[in-house]
């Protein structure tokens, strides 16, 4: 049976990530130490070709792609965006510690929606039926092999929601530049709407959950 792959990628290091800040809906550029950092992966790891690429619309994800896949024709998709985390955009976890909405939404497991911003459900909704309208569109195509560049928040929800492997959502964060090979079994995605998890990538790397998402966990407990 012919099998089809998606490569998730997740944009480079922004001075967003670095601070802290929630950065959702920002249009922020890959700062330079993440440009290095995308370089120094390119050099010394695989990334994996692909058919067709993705990219959600904001800059740091398309920079992204033009430095991993330089000369590549990139598809933007807008339901690939990070949430928009409305008033909080641009705002650190301390900064926001005496915001009462801010408490109520930590307190509800970040499901409320965010004061001018996105619900986890309107993200998760806008969210997958953009994926699921690439993944039906590719098998239809009969394209094998696919490459995604979108968010870490992205990633997490898509693979909470689409891998085999049952795992707590925090698990599946990727740092900068990484993400996760997929591959996907017709027959399992018509039926289940699942997919395989097979390797990380770039192949060779070791993909853990990044410092200032760690920071975020201890926020939430």
Known sequence: MKCYYVYLIRHGMTEANIKGQYAGALDIPVCPEGREKLENLKKNYEYPDAQEFYSSPLIRCRQTAEILYPDKNIIINEKLREQNFGDWEGKTTQELSDDENFKKWIANSCEN??????????????????????????????????????????????????????????????ENGCGYKL???????????????????????DLNISGNFKDLIENLK
């Open 183 to 205: 591959k996907i079994t017709p027959s399992f995605w018509m039926r289940d709407k699942k997919l395989e998890v097979i390797d990380k990538i770039p192949i060779g790397s």
């Open 113 to 174: 929606k965010t004061p001018n911003g996105e619900s986890l459900q309107e993200f998760r909704d806008r969210l997958f039926s953009g994926f699921e309208e690439i993944i039906n569109s590719v098998i239809t195509r009969g394209i094998t092999k696919i490459c995604i560049f979108t968010h870490g928040g992205v990633i997490m929800n898509l693979m909470s929601m689409y891998s085999m492997s049952s795992k707590n959502i925090f698990d599946w964060m990727a």
